[in-house]
Each structure stands twice: as C-alpha cells, then as structure tokens.
C-alpha cells in the first residue's frame, strides 16, 4: 500500500521517527490487535493504538494488567492503581507500536 | 480545592488532563492553549477526532472533560506569556507544564517564582521525555538544569514523537503530583521516561542553592 498525502499528514510525526518510518506506518496500519484489561486504562490504550494507525478489538479481561495480542505477539504491563497505570500504558502502548512498527513477530 | 492549571492541553497536557479524569480527581481545571486542533496532532493527542480540526484544543478538552469530571474546567484560548501570566494564572495553585514552547516554559517559571507556587515541567521528544516538580527556593529550577542560556530545543515536527510516550510523561507528573500533594515528596526528582526501554530513571538533586531567582525570596 501507499500512504495518501493525508495520511501522510495526519501520521508525520510517527513517520518521522526513525523507529517507525514509512514502512512502518503502513504496518500499523494493516496491524490489528486485541486489547484486554480494566477500564478506564483499556479504552484509552485502544485510543493510542487507534490514533497510530491499528485495528484495535477491545476484549474484558484481567483486573490488574492489560494485555495486547496481535500478530503472533503478546505484551502485557502490570497495573498498579493510581498514576502508575497511566504510565504502564504509555509504555505499554510504546512497546506495541514499536514491535509493530518494525514487524516483530510478523511474517514478511 | 486547589484549582490546577495545564498551560498547553497538547500529547502531554491532555494525557495528564485524561488521567486527573480517570483518577476521579475533584480539582477546579484552567486549560490553557491557543492552538486548534490539527490532524497531525491525532495520533498523539487521541482526545481530538477527525470533527475537532480547526476548533481550538482548550475549548475541545473542556468539553471531553465535562463527560464526568467532578470539578469545574474553565478554557481559555490564549498563549500564556510574561505579560499576561498573572492573569491567566490568577487563582492557580499549581501549574502543569504541557507546552513545548521555550519562552512560556520561562513565563510559568517566572509566575511560580513570583508567587511561590508550584510547578511541574513536562516533555517528550522522539520515544523519551522528562518530568519534575519543581518548587521556588526548593531545590533547583530550570535554568540549573538546563542553562539560563538555553534557546528552544527541537520541536515534534521536526524530530518526531510517539503518543504513548507522552502518557507515560504524565502518568509520572501526576505521581509528582499526589506526593507533592500528601508531602510524601521529599528533596528534588528530575523523572527520565524511556519510552523504547519502558522504563523511568530517577535523578535525584541535593539543593546546591538555586541563584537565578534569588531576588526574588
């Protein structure tokens, strides 16, 4: 696939990341995910890895982590209450994006 | 309650005003920002959709957070500066830096040291940022860090940034925040967020004697 000059736009700065680039845009936007835990961390990591670009299917799932499942990966993050499960999600969505991105765990 | 304000309800500003929601926090918001949403700020700043571009972002936010946030949030569309300051932050017990923007970065600090308030920095860049809390007379400001002499570093547009990262900034500046807060915060911690290792580093600073706003204690 070939990015539109508004997609281009609209993920530049993903795109210029050197971890991410071109190719990996168009791999987040051909991945699709499931993400599984407790709101309201669930929704708002889907959000993330919408916004960048994945097809993301929300799952319920365990209280006290949240977990990402997609091209033949997994990753998952302890959550602790408070502020600290904002910044697991952050990390968590980071490290999905940046396997995905650079096709850990995909084929081709 | 203390009324907060975001200087800049961008990837950091807005990720920190989404988790003061999902904190079921209770504190008066001013949200201040000039800037219009731009769908280039989508993927970083998902809080805006695709029906935001062109409304300015202060105004977009406060409306998100009337979804069920239990205190009052006021929007003001305007770029914070030296001259207008004490009025956008009349009323402010604390500032939640969420601009990258050098000169208002300096004003809010400016402000804090005037009236001895609080102030929590934040930044991302790339797949890194940085927090602190900083408190005048307390530690070190950001002229002891950085410089006095430091001009504007590069911006998103121009090296990059993933969104996540930007949560993770602010998930670490609300941590600042609640221990600043129940005065479990001891001493001055600069918060190092690695986004690609998924990890913080803590530096933490001994107070050598800040001297860049010493006229003004």
Known sequence: MSLSDELIDQYSRQILLPEVDYQGQERLLQAQVEVAGPEPWRSWLARYLRAAGVAVRELTGPTDQLTVEGGGRRWQRALTPGPAALTALGYLGAAVLLDLAQGEGAQG | ?217
């Open chain 2, 1 to 217: 309650m203390s009324r907060l304000a975001v200087v800049g309800v961008g990837a950091t500003g807005g990720a920190l005003l989404a988790g003061l929601h999902a904190l079921g926090a209770t504190e008066p918001l001013r949200l201040i920002d000039p800037d219009r949403v731009e769908r280039s700020n989508l993927p970083r700043q998902p809080w805006f959709e695709a029906a935001d571009i062109g409304r300015p972002k202060a105004e977009v936010m406060a409306e998100r957070l009337s979804h069920g946030y239990r205190g009052q949030v006021e929007p003001a569309v305007a770029r914070l500066s030296e001259e207008n300051c004490d009025q956008l932050l009349d009323e402010v017990a604390l500032v939640f830096d969420g601009t990258d923007n050098w000169p208002v970065r300096e004003a809010i600090q400016a402000w804090a040291a005037r009236h001895q308030k609080a102030w929590i920095y934040m930044s991302v860049l790339g797949l890194s940022g940085m927090t602190a809390l900083f408190r005048p007379g307390e530690g070190p400001c950001l002229y002891c860090l950085f410089g006095a002499t430091i001009q504007q570093g590069p911006h998103c547009f121009e090296a990059g940034v993933l969104g996540p990262v930007a949560a993770a900034v602010a998930g670490e500046a609300l941590d600042l925040y609640q221990r600043w807060g129940s005065g479990a915060l001891e001493g001055f911690e600069l918060r190092l967020i690695d986004g690609a290792g998924g990890r913080t580093e803590v530096i933490r600073g001994r107070d050598r004697g800040c001297t860049h706003f010493v006229s003004l204690r």
